[in-house]
């Protein structure tokens, strides 16, 4: 039997988390060639908050809207740090 189409999008897709540290954690299924800024448009959505207003940041690193998360190594369960800028 041949997967259907949703099938291999769903299991493609991972779950990654963004915390604010204000007390909001924002869990968010996408695929991996999304880029950071398709990322930011769903956390906005879900939080009420611009995208544009939106910084993820992980350690040191800001992360750019134009690179994909696959480029970044994000993986399933990844913690972003979500940040008001």
Do not use: W
């Not at 992980?58 to 993986?75: A, C, F, M, Q, W």
């Amino acid at each position: 039997m041949i997967p259907s189409v949703n099938n291999i999008i769903l299991t493609n897709m991972i779950e990654v988390l963004a915390n604010d540290r204000l007390g909001k954690k924002i869990r968010v299924k996408c695929l991996p060639t999304d880029t950071i800024g398709d990322l930011k448009k769903i956390i906005s959505l879900q939080i009420g908050t611009p995208y544009d207003k939106l910084v993820l940041k992980k350690g040191n690193s800001v992360y750019k809207d134009h690179i994909s998360l696959d480029d970044y190594e994000v993986h399933d369960g990844f913690n972003f740090e979500l940040y008001y800028g």
